[in-house]
């Protein structure tokens, strides 16, 4: 007596499907090697194994939960290059949600894959869903366990132990995705930080330790060291904005104007220099969490490619925001996008933020181009600054200069108006970034106007999340160093300029020192 045809087609769909998901792994990039550790391709071909047991009990077509399986996977490497493309990071298990947030923000993130591949993949796994419901008959006696349902247990529980053998043996990660995407391959390692993100960080914020120094308050000691008119607390501006660097040191041809505002700014700064930033083209919260935290990315393990969802979680944190609370300051976050996108409205109440304005605060305020004019966004901090009768720490995290830039038209004449010499043909979205860096500068100057003309002492710090995303640009150029430039201003004498390179989890800690807030 034979095998049951139907145990042999389970069986065999299975192993085709194994063999194809290391074929579709071959099309990544980077591409990792074939030669890794055993407990890796265990790991790699459990998960398989058990996703189309899982897909093939659901059906009762094991064939057709294979394409299935091998169009998903296809799709995920899809992503995987072009957020390599745009990033110079692989994806990571954390990235899951940016099939979520396609749909919620599709601007944000599909033109990216491009719309053609967008609707390629889309058309594929359509046509895998009808091709497979119309060829492959669904079985008549799925429940025989001598066929169908015996071979189906068969591969759960093969999958339930590859993966259980090959999870305990998996070497340790690094968290750096390139590297052990090299080391592991693409399913086992998304497994492992998979495994790592469930465990919420065990690191503490230096705004933990710093709360328990007596801070310099407004002492005439502290207001003499710090240079400060009178007693008062000083109103405190952070300004993380948008995409922010210096082009004029990649591209040659670019007007020296194009930051005259900022420039003036940084030469009456009290420090200023180059930022170290944990991003890169994208991934702002980041940035935006090392400022705030005080923590390093390399001390949150895999939680530095998301820490906001840790908090969300209910990872207790202090922050800068809630330091300046404890010395009564109303604290403010202004953002000009919608609240929930990276869960802000629930991370910024426990990290010490009185009100979070969203996009909601803009209502009937025009935009430049797709997002919110920063110009807009420098009149609501000054608003909020002249209605406030106590001291106010206001952070806001602009939007205008987002991508995709290549999705917005190069105006008539504009070139003339931002080069001394235009980039070749193919570098327009770095016409287009140019004409947002301008907004960005006169954001600057208004700011600087509106502190200048409060009677109580202000500082602002200024800073730039990452680069942009200018593919053809860094391609003709050379790509930038990562750096975004930072200043530290106040509307007060403060004595010469200093230069210093830091990293963004550092720039809050020295500007509460040149403020004279902390010894």
């Excluded at 070497?171 to 090299?182: G, N």
């Excluded at 004409?435 to 600057?444: I, S, T, V």
């Excluded at 500082?459 to 730039?464: A, E, I, K, P, T």
């Excluded at 007060?492 to 004279?516: F, M, N, Q």
Aim: glycine share 8%.
């Amino acid at each position: 007596m034979g095998l049951d045809p139907d145990l042999i087609s389970m069986l065999a769909a299975t192993g085709a499907g194994v063999v194809l998901s290391v074929a579709i792994e071959r099309l990544m990039v980077p591409r990792p090697p074939l030669s890794r550790p055993m407990a890796a391709w265990a790991v790699h071909a459990g998960i398989w194994c058990l996703a189309h047991a899982a897909l093939t009990l659901l059906l009762g077509r094991p064939w057709f939960a294979a394409a299935l399986v091998s169009a998903f996977w296809l799709v995920l490497v899809q992503v995987n290059n072009a957020k390599y493309k745009s990033l110079r990071e692989p994806f990571v298990f954390h990235d899951y949600e940016y099939f979520t947030d396609a749909v919620r923000h599709p601007r944000l993130y599909i033109p990216f894959l491009g719309w053609a591949k967008f609707s390629g993949a889309t058309v594929g796994v359509l046509l895998a869903v009808a091709v497979g419901l119309w060829a492959e008959e669904p079985l008549e006696d799925r429940w025989n366990w001598a066929g169908h349902l015996g071979g189906l247990c068969s591969v759960a529980v093969l999958g339930g132990l590859l993966l259980w053998g090959g999870a305990w043996r998996l070497p340790a990660v690094t968290f750096q995705p390139a590297r052990d995407l090299a080391a592991l391959g693409f399913m086992a390692s998304l497994w492992r930080y998979a495994c790592a993100a469930g465990r919420l960080p065990c690191v503490g914020s230096p705004f933990d330790f710093v709360a328990h120094v007596r801070p310099v308050l407004s002492t005439s000691r502290a207001s003499s060291r710090a240079g400060t008119p009178g007693k008062e607390l000083p109103h405190l501006v952070a300004i993380q904005s948008e995409s922010f660097f210096d082009p004029r040191a990649v591209v040659p041809g670019i007007r020296g104007d194009v930051l005259e505002q900022f420039d003036r700014l940084r030469a009456d700064a009290v420090l200023q220099g180059g930022l170290a930033v944990p991003a890169w083209g994208a991934n702002t919260i980041r940035t935006e969490f090392a400022f705030l935290s005080g923590i390093a990315a390399e001390r949150l393990g895999v939680h530095r490619f998301n820490p906001y969802r840790a908090v969300a979680a209910g990872w207790p944190l202090a922050s800068l925001a809630s330091w300046l609370k404890t010395l009564g300051y109303r604290t403010v976050c202004v953002h000009p996008y919608p609240a929930g996108f990276y869960q802000r409205n629930r991370v910024y109440p426990q990290l010490g933020f009185d009100a979070f304005l969203d996009i909601q605060a803009f209502a009937g305020v025009p935009t430049a181009g797709p997002y919110m004019d920063d110009c807009a966004v420098a009149d609501k901090v000054a608003e909020l600054l002249r209605q406030s009768d106590r001291p106010l720490f206001v952070m806001a995290i602009t939007m205008e200069n987002h991508g995709p830039l290549h999705l917005e038209t190069v105006r008539p004449g504009e070139a003339d108006a931002l080069y001394t010499q235009p980039p070749p043909p193919g570098c327009e979205d770095l016409t287009i970034y140019l004409r947002h860096l301008r907004h960005a500068d006169q954001m600057a100057a208004t700011l600087r106007d509106t502190l200048e003309s409060l009677d109580r002492p202000a500082s602002l710090c200024w800073y730039g999340d990452h680069v942009p995303i200018l593919p053809e640009v860094y391609r003709r150029y050379g790509l930038p160093s990562g750096r975004v430039p930072y200043v530290c201003w106040h509307n007060w004498a403060s004595g010469p300029s200093r230069s210093l390179d830091l990293a963004a989890e550092d720039l809050s800690r020295h500007w509460l020192k040149g403020v004279g807030l902390v010894r």
